[in-house]
């Protein structure tokens, strides 16, 4: 489910992840072979390029999708790209059984109360869920309403023109998380699955039971805490702290027994209220949700690395969580390293499931 766009149409469509680390672009082939990775290209975005999902420097925007596309090697032109954050919104509403025209005339109107937007601010779409509910004497429908502030699509698709690319698909980027979950695995029916995706500024959650979401929503944080609170606590750039965060070692440090028991220290922090942050979420969900609880967790994205996160989640939840491999079942064409792609593959979720997205949806 996306907003369709009026760009032209082809059959091959390019995963076009924008993250505000890094952009990812996959291009995955899928026949009667099954799925195949063909092209992959990630390109790191400095830190002030997009913040809060604002576009606050365009042309190293723009520099990054370019960079991205011809490190990858693809020829494809037409774009599914994804986006998240507080000008995106997910509700699942109930709404009096009606046709799908009657549903398309009164959508905005219905739509009215549950955005903080006004209507005209925003681009909606809609997907029927299900009909009717046990114990209701009126006959209903389930709805899943998605608002994207037009601005923000405005901005996406501007830069990817700009890149010389045709933009086809924007869609919420925890859906295109479940896309590639549901590509690579096979959740049990009426399972809830909790996917997971914490990027560096945004984590992405999205429950989902039988192949439809049943909560979605973005928190604004993410792995980008933890390289500011190495930067505080030690004083140094982010490009040293990004390493630190990562394992990789302090280069030009003095005192090397010092600083890693500090740095672990200040991660172990932020790993807690991270955590914590996400269960908030999640509790909602069971809170008020009237199926079933959440048995598995899907961890994703790039600080699904961090050290400690993942059993930390686990702990915490007491809910199993696993990270989750976005090619788990996508055959590497012979050109990759494999080790490069172990290494990049936590944080390919929402290419993946972009990649994956077929014009004609
Ligand atoms: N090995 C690692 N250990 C710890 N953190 C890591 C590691 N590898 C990547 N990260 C962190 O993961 C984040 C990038 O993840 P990802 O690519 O999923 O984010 P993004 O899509 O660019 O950002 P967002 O979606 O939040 O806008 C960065 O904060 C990066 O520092
Ligand atoms: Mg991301």
Redesign the pocket.
């Known amino acids: 489910m996306g907003m369709k766009l009026p760009f032209m149409k082809s059959k091959g469509m390019l995963g076009l992840?924008i993250?505000?680390?890094?952009i990812?672009v996959v291009e995955i082939s899928s026949g009667s072979k099954g799925m195949e990775l063909l092209k992959l290209g990630v390109a790191p975005l400095p830190p002030d390029a997009?913040v809060q999902g604002d576009f606050l420097n365009v042309s190293a925007i723009v520099d990054g999708i370019r960079e991205a596309v011809s490190m990858s090697g693809t020829s494809l032109k037409d774009v599914a790209t994804s986006v998240?954050g507080h000008s995106v919104i997910v509700k699942r509403i109930n709404l009096p059984k009606m046709s799908r025209e009657e549903l398309e005339e009164s959508l905005a109107w219905e739509a009215e109360q549950y955005i903080p937007f006004d209507v005209s601010e925003v681009n909606l779409d809609f997907q029927i869920l299900g009909y009717g509910d046990a114990g209701e004497t009126e006959e209903t429908m389930d709805i899943l309403l998605v608002a994207v502030k037009k601005e923000l699509i405005g901005n996406y698709t501007a830069a990817i023109v700009e890149a010389g690319l045709n933009p086809c698909i924007v869609e919420v980027?925890g859906f295109s998380v479940e896309n590639s979950f549901e590509a690579n695995y096979d959740p049990e029916p009426n399972e809830a699955v909790a996917l997971v995706?914490?990027?560096?500024?945004?984590v992405n959650i999205n429950v989902v039971i039988n192949g439809s979401p049943a909560f979605t929503r973005d928190i604004a944080t993410?792995?980008?805490q933890?390289?500011e609170e190495i930067q505080k606590s030690l004083s140094i750039g982010y490009e040293e702290a990004?390493r630190m965060?990562?394992?990789d070692g302090a280069s030009g440090t003095s005192s090397q027994d010092v600083i890693p028991q500090e740095v672990e220290q200040a991660m172990r922090g932020v790993t807690d209220v991270l955590v914590g942050e996400i269960m908030r979420s999640l509790d909602f969900f069971s809170a008020t949700s009237e199926e079933s609880q959440i048995k598995r967790i899907m961890l994703s994205?790039?600080?699904a690395?961090?050290?400690g996160f993942q059993s930390a989640f686990q702990e915490r939840t007491n809910i199993p969580v696993e990270i989750m491999d976005p090619l788990a079942r996508v055959t590497p064409s012979k050109y990759f390293d494999s080790e490069y792609l172990s290494e990049v593959g936590p944080?390919l979720g929402?290419g993946v499931g972009l990649a994956l997205r077929k014009a004609d949806f």
């Open positions: 992840d993250g505000s680390s890094s990812k997009i998240s980027a995706n914490v990027g560096s500024q945004v993410g792995g980008s933890y390289t990004e965060k990562k394992g994205g790039g600080s690395k961090v050290i944080s929402v």
